[in-house]
């Protein structure tokens, strides 16, 4: 369970200049939803090591971009209460897919 924190923790420098440098946020938000996806997906079928490396990376995209853009929807007064429900957001959505896909292949 640690390679997907050890992968965000060493690359969302890198990923964070990437943006910056290309910008399309919303696009590379589309793209790490789907890595994500495809990588709970393949829990299912493959050893957990290349799924979890890449829950990893696209964990890590998802939150540069989302935090990174938090600044230009939300107000100055109201940013702390914004990343705390962004923060909220962001840990059930982890809390919750791996029990979603447990519960699929338990199923199946």
């Known amino acids: 369970m640690a390679i997907p924190f050890l992968i965000s923790t060493v690359f969302s420098p890198v990923i964070g200049m990437f943006i910056d440098s290309y910008g399309q946020r919303l696009n590379i938000l589309l793209v790490s939803i789907i890595l994500m996806f495809g990588s709970y997906i ?9 799924p979890m490396a890449l829950i990893g990376i696209s964990l890590t995209i ?7 853009s938090s600044c230009f929807l ?7 209460m914004a990343l705390g429900i962004m923060t909220a957001m962001q ?10 896909i447990t519960m699929v292949k338990n199923h199946f």
């Open 74 to 80: 939300v107000s100055q007064n109201s940013l702390g």
């Open 62 to 68: 998802f939150s540069t971009v989302v935090w990174a």
């Open 42 to 50: 393949q829990l299912l079928y493959i050893y957990p090591f290349l």
């Open 91 to 100: 840990n059930a959505g982890v809390m919750v897919a791996p029990l979603v």
